[in-house]
């Protein structure tokens, strides 16, 4: 497995979906949907270390992505004024990823997977929402939140098909990815989930402190990551593309 | 008035409706209590469950059993739940059935995840069910019913729309879920194929007419009766049926330039809404409801004898009178 070939599979991944949720109103009012690299990278893992890939697998990872890029759509809903058309549509876009998610599903027959990533979707929901909740939170707490948002529906999606093996390397790796872009969101523009859930806009006497758990918590996921990676019998070139994501 | 009629109408399956109304409470359950805010905000808000109600009475033309019909029956009533706290996000409305809506009491985003959690317990439950059909059916309705509000929001303030734009538009909107609830209870209850089709077809009828006198109502029904205030669709830009059957009345047509440019003042709203009231319009727009009740009834006839049949019948007719 090549990295020309882990780049080429992932291309196919994102082209796929594209094709399924091709929409003329929705593609030219709010464009194509967001697609993240290393989220479609480990839909494809356990298949480009080796495992077969049938027909109803490729179904599979695409609707996973599908899902991902509807729940990522809704997170561009500002949250007072959403009145403007491209706002309207972005609503509509995402449910109808949504829809079409179960519509490829439901023409597989893939009803336990419906119910794994519906169940994902939930979990997900539960802790996205927790930004707005009143409840104070410690660091961890909503570093574990990134996880949930960020791998709940791979995960899943992995324990339909027997793939656990790699669930603790996902969630670890794409758990450092997010933290990683929200520690850079603090540090230079004071934005972001975590310094809103942090609320550390009101308390900046402990921005310092906060920045020095989030960065424990950075080497933590990355040295947790590696040690999964070395123990694990993933090809070297795969090893090699998931080192690459936990550069700090 | 309105209440104790559908009561009255649903007093057959009355326990079951009980059952599906609970079913519908712990669906919600969430471990975030703000969820489960905003799940309780919705449920209180009550809504007149017609789907779970045309699900449970076509059922009976099967092999009825609420146990197995509660995985269709709750997770329809969970989607039209679901796309209408989304919808509130789209039209930015505050008020719904006399209660703030999830986006005014919270905010867009708690609308949004709130809309997702929705959906997605909805599907969570369906897949009790291991019919394939019935799983096409409904997926193909959720994309449909998002395909009628994309249409919705590229018609909007569009005057140059004919009836065939707006009776494609309210039949994605509004009859295609509808049509589903009676197709679903009928396949998932085994009944034949003919039943099936009329049972479809019934609800598609019921469906179109009932949103025709949900667009009647915006203009004719008070702000109190409605919940929210009246002439709320064309203010938004929605052109429904009474105003596609006037918008040649040189009267409407400085209020109709206003509503896409600065909006009505409150004086106009209840001059536009006094010229709509008077107009040939309401009338016109309830024939052509009536018409499609009429269809519905012939449908209903065609069903195999069964004492829901007269059920179906009162519910049609209910639903093309009611007044809000």
Redesign the interface.
Known sequence: MSATSIIQSVQTLQSNILQHVHHRALLQNVGQPTLQEEQLFFIQLPFLNGAAMTDDHKVSAVTVGIVHASLLEHEKVLEVDATSKEQQLIVLSGDYYSGRYYQLLAQSGNIRLIQKLSKGIVDRCEHQIRIYETETRSVEQWVHSLTVIESALISQYYDVYGYNAYTELMENTLTFIRLKKEYGLIQDTKQGFLYRALALADNPTVLESTMERLHGQLITRKQRALEVLKQSHIHDDLKHSIEQYITL | MEKMKIKMLYADIKSDIEIIENELEQALN??????NDASIHLLQAGGKRIRPVFTLLSAKFGDYNIERMKNIAVPLELIHMG?LV?DD??D?SDMRRGRETVKAQ?????A??????I???A??YV?SI?N?RA??I???T??E???G??IQ??D?FRLDQNLKDYFRRIKRKTALLIESSCELGAVVSGADEKTVRHLKRYGYFVGMSFQIVDDILDFTATDKQLGKPAGSDLMQGNVTLPILLMKDNPLLAPYLAKVSTTGLTEQERQNMLALVRNSDAIKEATKISNLYLKKALKEVEALPNHPMKKKLRDIALFMGKRKS
């Open positions: 969430s471990s975030s209590h703000l969820l796309s989304h996000v789209i930015d919270w905010n867009n985003r708690v949004m995840y709130t809309g997702n959690f959906f997605a317990r599907l969570e897949t291991e394939p799983h096409q409904l997926a193909k959720m994309v019913l998002v395909n509000e994309v929001i590229e909007k």
